[in-house]
């Protein structure tokens, strides 16, 4: 029986790309870039495996591309009939297989909206959720230049809108830590940043992994010339980079903790203000957006729509 994943869990910003970085340097362990696809192979493989019509939708997938897996190499672990998730892990088991890594994980904080999906495809999966300061997460996100990440009907425009989003996901993420127990694993973005060392070795404990110095090495080793949202991937671990203390209005604080105060206070974070009636509001708007963005979702991906969408590559 093969190990189980490793799936890196966070809101956006929140440093899930660092910790991505630090992981994948683990001899064992490969995580690549975020994936993505997962939500449109599962809501088009539902039952036992079609092997022809799953290697066809992989033709498909751009980020399959992006890694340079063989479609061919993934068709040779499949069978018929398999769960749909095994088929899934075949895919990152080539990608590891590649890397000459024997285990894989994943990071893709867009799957943070759908994590009964994750548990339910990866029934045995290990899983390690990085928090950070929901407003230190709001000034780098409303930072980001256009075009970096996915627009959905929810999208956050303002400090609010992403207070939103950080409480709606943090709190998923804990409710399934509640639901498999020693599975997960929640680190803080401050300590990782600090002691790097000892918050790897705690996850390489949770994960069965031996702790690697290289690990933490990885400064001017990763290619960030893709990624203008990433370039504090050059320098080493470093903390205080952002502080919404010195950083961020007074109007954007307030607006934040009118939406998640309470979160804020429940996990130890300096809280100023607190949650009020409009807040509550913005978070009901916001959790039927994501709702109904969803359900939309997976109607078109589960149509002959999807793949006049995503013609084979």
Known sequence: MSA??????????????????MLDRNSELAIPDESY?????????????????????????????DWEV????VRRRLRPGMPPGEAIAAVYETYAANQGKKRWGDKTP??????????????????????????????????????????????????AGFACQWRSEVVAARALGRRV??????????ELVAEPEAVLRRICTHA???????????????????????????????????DWRAEMGDADVR?????AADL?????YEVNGEVTAKGRLRRLSYDGRVKAWNATGRAVRRSPLWRRRHPPL
């Open 4 to 21: 189980p994943p490793l799936l890196v869990l966070g809101v956006r910003r929140s440093g899930t790309t660092l910790l991505r970085v």
């Open 37 to 65: 696809f997962i939500p449109q192979l599962v809501d088009r493989h539902r039952g036992p495996l079609d092997v022809d019509a799953f290697a066809d939708d992989l033709s498909r997938v751009q980020t399959l591309r």
């Open 70 to 73: 063989d479609i061919d190499a």
């Open 110 to 159: 867009m799957y943070m909206q759908q994590l009964p999906m994750l548990e339910r495809v990866f029934p045995d999966a290990l899983y390690v959720h990085l928090m950070r300061d929901g407003r230190d997460c709001a000034l780098s996100f409303l930072q980001m230049p256009e075009g970096i990440v996915t627009r959905t009907w929810a999208h956050p425009h303002d400090a």
């Open 181 to 190: 127990g020693a599975r997960y694993l929640e680190v803080r973005y401050g």
């Open 208 to 242: 069965e992994l031996p702790f690697e110095p290289t690990m933490v090495d990885y400064a001017g080793s990763i290619d960030v010339s893709k990624q203008p949202h990433q370039q504090r991937l050059t320098r080493p671990p470093t903390p205080g980079l952002r």
């Open 255 to 259: 607006a934040f903790e009118a939406v």
């Open 264 to 268: 804020l206070a429940g996990l130890g």
